[in-house]
Each structure stands twice: as C-alpha cells, then as structure tokens.
C-alpha cells in the first residue's frame, strides 16, 4: 500500500540521514572488522527499516515497491553490508511468507520479521544447485505431520543470524525439476539444523554468507509454504521481486561513486587544472551519470507496474541484469577517474569496487537475466 507523498518524503529524507551521518563513517571499520555494531543493528531496528515491505497489519511499513526501491537507491549510498543486515528481512527471506503464507504463519512469524527480533534468510543454492535452481536436492520426505529435511544448501545470506528460513526441497524424487519442489518456513532451533562458519569473500565484508545443513530435521507439516510441488513458483516469484530491490541498491551505489567521483576530479589538480576540467573526465562521468539515469528510470518504471498488478518477470530480471552490469561499468570508472587514489583503500572506491561485483551474480546471474529476458520476448514475439 502506498504511502501519502509526504510521509514517503519524510521517510526517504530520514533514511538519507541515517546513511549519510551514521552509516558512512562506518563504512571503513566495517569493511575491516567484517562485523556491523550492534548499536547500528539497533538503530535500523528503530527506523522500521526491517520491516518496509511487511505488511501494516503486521507491524510493518508496507511500502509499496516504488517505494522500495525509492529507499533502496538512497541505502544504496553506502556500503551495500549495512542494506544486506535488513536486506533479507524485506525481500528473499520474508516475500514467501507474505505471498504464498497462511493467516496463522503469517501471525507467527511476521511481526518479528518487521520489528528485526526474527532475522530471516532464503535457502534456495546449493553445491550442485545454484542457476539451475529447479534441480535442489534437499529432500523433504513425508513422515506423519512432519517433513524429515536431509540435505544442504550453499552461500545463504545471514545464515549466521538467521532464525527462520525458507527452504527449497524435494518433496517428490520423482518429478524432477521444479515441479517436484516444495516451500518450508525452517526455524533455526530445530534440532540437526546447523549453520557453517561465515565464507570469506572478495567484498560486502559485515554481510556473511554460510551454508546450512538439514540433517534428519523434523519439520512440521504446517510450516509448508503453499501447496505441495509449489515450491519453485515460490521461489522464482520472490526472485522477481528481490532482483527490482537489487537493481535499486545497484543505481544507490552509482549514485553515490558518481558524486565522489565529481567531488573527487572537482579537487584533484593535474596540468594546472582540476581533472574534472578536462572532456576525457567529463566523458567518463557523463557515461556513469546516463547508465544510472536509465537503470533508474527502469526500475522505477518496472516497480510502478508490479504495484499496479502486472506481471514483471522480464522487466525485472532486464532490470537486475543492466543496473548491476551498470554499477561495475561505473565503479571502474570510478576507480580510472581517481586514478592511483581508486586502487588504495583509505579512499574507499576499491571497496565499492569489490563490494558491486557481486551484483552480477546473486539473485540470478547476469547471464539467467538473459535467458529470462531472452525466453520472454521470444514468447511475446518480441
Ligand atoms: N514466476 C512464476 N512462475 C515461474 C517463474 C516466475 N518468475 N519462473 C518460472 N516459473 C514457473 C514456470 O511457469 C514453470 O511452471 P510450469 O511447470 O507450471 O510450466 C516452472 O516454474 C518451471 O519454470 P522453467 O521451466 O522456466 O524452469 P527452469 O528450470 O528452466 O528455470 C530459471 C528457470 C533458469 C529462470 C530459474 O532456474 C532461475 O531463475 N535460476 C536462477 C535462480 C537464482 O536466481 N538463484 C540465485 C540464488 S537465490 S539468492
């Protein structure tokens, strides 16, 4: 549900102040403690920042999508490990529930998701399931009224904190591919469920990414997600809806490397002059200002018509796949235009620089995008 316009302008002006004065300064220690401070944790708890897209009713602030992404792009000036804190809770880990979950799981575990007191995370990837996401192999066999869950699952974001998550599984071995796939909401206590040690990664360090083991977990038949076989069309929906977020945060983080850059080439002098003086600069910054104009104007677009009922599985992934091959056009930039500066760390842009990376893969590399996009308009005829 939307909001009044004033109240959405108060809330992105407040979210653009909790970036820029308590999250920026952070940014660094961070990146090097690979930890996010507890008091800030607090902090987003507060702004309601957990619960921007669960619904009112539930204690959340319900946004809808354009609002979402509006708030996106503005945590998107900053290191994209504070958004990932939060970033599960609004998308990936709590989607399945408020789509496809009954009243009673909805009133069991959606106002914790909202408050932050339930951290979320979305068990989908596993070692030989990541792309080909229809081929998990985490079986979910029927015993009684409970599910027995055996099976593992790969690089889940904030596996570590999380208390709940959505688990993809095969509840039929003989249907292979999506449709033998089926949603279960997994609280992180029940008994054979464990949680690996925190991967090291090229970026994004403070957001943590782990593996999950199922061994023997009983779970009970009321904490199925949707129907039996229905999993996969879970998954997939969420996915449509979490790669629009990304591709917000991806035009954020532009944001943000452009105003450095300018900020940046305004200063820094070379030939008696500031480099931002001179047009192979200018092209540079003209090219990452045009990119990150356009990604937002098809998110935005694309968000408008997902608010207004259409489907947009195409326009979404088409949006994820330009705005995070964007923001890595654009942080290289970024790094050329600071030049010796761009490679050393006390500036920050080799951070953002690793930090992007990801973005082509996550949520859908950018190669499922096209074959997404790909499939779609060859449906349509074009
Ligand atoms: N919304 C609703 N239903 C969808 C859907 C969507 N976005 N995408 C697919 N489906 C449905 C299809 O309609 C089909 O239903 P029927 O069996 O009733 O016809 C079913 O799901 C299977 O679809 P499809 O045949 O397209 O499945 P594929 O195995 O070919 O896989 C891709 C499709 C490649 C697009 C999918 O596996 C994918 O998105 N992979 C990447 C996953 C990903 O993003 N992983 C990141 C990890 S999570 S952070």
Known sequence: MALDAETRDQLIDT?????????????????????????????????????????????????????????????????????????????????????FGTD???????????????????????????????????????????YVLNGSKRYITNANKAHLFTVMARTDPNKPGGGGVSAFLVPRDLPGLSVGKPEKKMGQQGAHICDVTFDNVRVPVENRLGAEGEG??????VLDRGRLHISAVCVGVAERLITDCVAYASERK???QAISQFQLVQGMIADCKTEALAAKALTMETARKRDAGQGVTMEAAAAKY??????????????????????????????????????????????????????????RGG
Do not use: H, W
């Open 104 to 146: 009673e799981q909805k009133a069991k575990y959606l106002p914790g998701i909202a408050s932050g007191d339930i951290i979320t995370s979305f068990a989908l990837t596993e070692p030989e399931a990541g792309s080909d996401s229809a081929s998990v192999q985490t079986r979910a066999t029927k015993d009684g009224d409970v």
């Open 270 to 272: 070379q030939f008696g």
């Open 232 to 237: 996969f069309k879970v998954a997939m929906q």
């Open 15 to 99: 979210v653009r102040r909790f970036v820029t004065e308590r999250l920026r300064p952070l940014e660094a220690q961070v990146s090097e403690t690979d930890a996010m401070p507890d008091d800030v944790v607090a902090e987003m708890k507060e702004l309601g920042l957990f619960g921007l897209s669960i619904p009112a009713e539930y204690g959340g602030l319900d946004l809808s999508m354009e609002e979402e992404c509006l708030v996106a792009v503005e945590l998107g000036r900053t290191s994209p490990a504070f958004r990932s804190a939060f970033g599960t809770n609004v998308g990936i880990g709590s989607q399945g529930l408020v789509m």
């Open 322 to 379: 330009f705005a995070s091959e964007m923001v890595g056009r654009v942080a290289d930039k970024a790094v050329q235009i600071f030049g010796g500066a761009g490679y050393v760390a006390d500036y920050g842009i080799e951070r953002f620089y690793r930090d992007v990376r990801i973005f082509r893969i996550y949520e859908g590399t950018s190669q499922i995008q096209q074959v997404v996009i790909a499939r779609e308009t060859l449906k």
